[in-house]
């Protein structure tokens, strides 16, 4: 082979990079694969030789943002216990309260994609979720099972990741209500709420209340100045 051939995994990075440009000026919904190909400087067929579809190239792009977090990095990189489950969840929470008030508003216009998916095909959901799953749910249940193996949890079905998902679709919903100007609806005193949702998350996957209590107000965040995205999306 020419060595003066581009490889496939450094296409594979130039089309990430172009469409970064692109979604970037032009949004989701106002980027084209199209645009995306004349902006790598390949043909509309080459593009989707490695990324099928739109959403597949904007849900690789959201994974990437997602794993170069250090901060997300901190908190994988932490021993799986009872402490790393609450601070997983936590970090979690205040993710996605922290997106309706955004100055920027990306991660908002990300979640209204996500919830449009579902209204859709699904089909970048499902990416969503394939990404999230693989990269947060192996340090979600481990931490489960030490938790359960200290006396902190008791077990709740046969399928611990669930766990994870029923927490992150609590976060999610609770963050979707208060997107528009107007929020859907108000929970009140803002300043309980993330602590409220912590609780019942909390208690909902199985921690019991001595768990909750010992480590819900330990500041152990793998970055204290920086929030962990929790969202693929």
Known sequence: MSTLRMTSDLRRQLILSAAKRCFARHGFAGTTTKSI???????????????????????????????????????????????????????????????????????AQRLRLMITSHLDDGEFARLIY??????????????????????????????PLNLFWFAHHTVLMAALGRLPSVPCLSYGNAADLERQLCEFILRGI????????????????????RKVTAEGA
């Open 37 to 107: 190909a004349a902006a790598a400087s390949i043909s509309e067929g080459l593009l989707f030789k490695h990324f099928p579809t739109k959403s597949a190239l904007y849900a690789e792009i959201l994974a990437e943002e997602c794993e170069a977090d250090p901060a997300l990095h901190r908190l994988l990189e932490l021993e799986p216990s009872t402490e790393t489950l609450v601070v997983l969840i936590r970090e979690m929470v205040r993710h996605f309260q922290q997106i309706p008030d955004a100055p920027d508003q990306q991660e």
């Open 130 to 159: 394939e990404k999230i799953g693989d990269l947060i749910g192996p340090m979600f249940t481990a931490s489960f099972d030490r938790a359960v193996a200290a006396g902190d949890a008791s077990r709740i079905g046969r399928e």
């Open 206 to 225: 199985g921690l019991n209340e001595t768990a909750v209590a010992s480590h819900l107000d330990r500041e152990v965040s793998p970055d204290p100045g």
